[in-house]
């Protein structure tokens, strides 16, 4: 009996031995997830911190082109208006030289008939005073045959 004890004496310390290495085994492998956790619980920390400062230089770069686009749009919408103006503007001015050059063209053609009246007047005066010349001319022509030295 005394053997069969120290058999089985021998037997649980084999075992107890085995079941402390399993457990020493567990313990390690149990250290070494909770390092591996560790490190991905850190891992997953800085991608956290990674992505907020992402999303906020995304958010800041997002509103920067909004403003931006704002900013062309009016600009963009001003030349529109300006330009709007400016063909009004020069529908107007158009109109306004085709009036002046049309004013200009009826007064260049009052000025042409005034001109030609005025000529017309003057060679007709110029003709009938050439007329009492040329009849004096022949009146002293006469008396210079009549009486040549009379004059």
Same mark, same amino acid.
């Given at each position: 009996?005394?053997?069969?004890?120290?058999?089985?004496?021998?037997?649980?310390?084999? +075992?107890?031995?085995?079941? $402390?290495?399993?457990? &020493?085994? #567990?313990?390690?492998?149990?250290?070494?997830?909770?390092?591996?956790? *560790?490190? +991905?619980?850190?891992?997953?920390?800085?991608?956290? /911190? !990674?992505?907020?400062?992402?999303? !906020?230089?995304? +958010?800041?770069?997002?509103?920067?082109?909004?403003?931006?686009?704002?900013? &062309?749009?009016?600009?963009?919408? =001003?030349?529109?208006?300006?330009?709007? =103006?400016?063909?009004?503007?020069?529908?107007?001015?158009?109109? !306004?030289?085709?009036?002046?050059? !049309?004013?200009?063209?009826?007064?260049?053609?009052?000025?042409?008939?005034?001109?030609? *009246?005025?000529?017309? /007047?003057?060679? /007709?005066?110029?003709? /009938?005073? #050439?007329?009492? %010349? &040329?009849?004096?001319?022949?009146?002293?022509? $006469?008396? %210079?045959?009549?009486?040549?030295? $009379?004059?």
């Amino acid at each position: 009996m005394y053997g069969h004890l120290q058999q089985k004496a021998k037997s649980a310390e084999a +075992l107890a031995l085995k079941y $402390r290495q399993q457990q &020493e085994a #567990l313990s390690a492998q149990l250290q070494v997830v909770y390092e591996h956790r *560790s490190r +991905l619980e850190r891992s997953l920390q800085k991608e956290r /911190g !990674e992505h907020k400062k992402t999303k !906020e230089d995304f +958010l800041v770069y997002k509103l920067e082109a909004q403003e931006a686009l704002n900013k &062309e749009k009016n600009q963009h919408e =001003d030349v529109k208006k300006q330009l709007l =103006d400016l063909q009004l503007q020069q529908n107007s001015l158009k109109l !306004e030289h085709r009036k002046t050059v !049309e004013t200009h063209s009826q007064k260049y053609a009052q000025l042409q008939r005034e001109k030609e *009246s005025e000529v017309t /007047g003057l060679q /007709g005066e110029r003709g /009938g005073e #050439l007329g009492r %010349w &040329e009849q004096k001319a022949r009146r002293m022509a $006469r008396v %210079w045959e009549r009486e040549p030295f $009379r004059l």
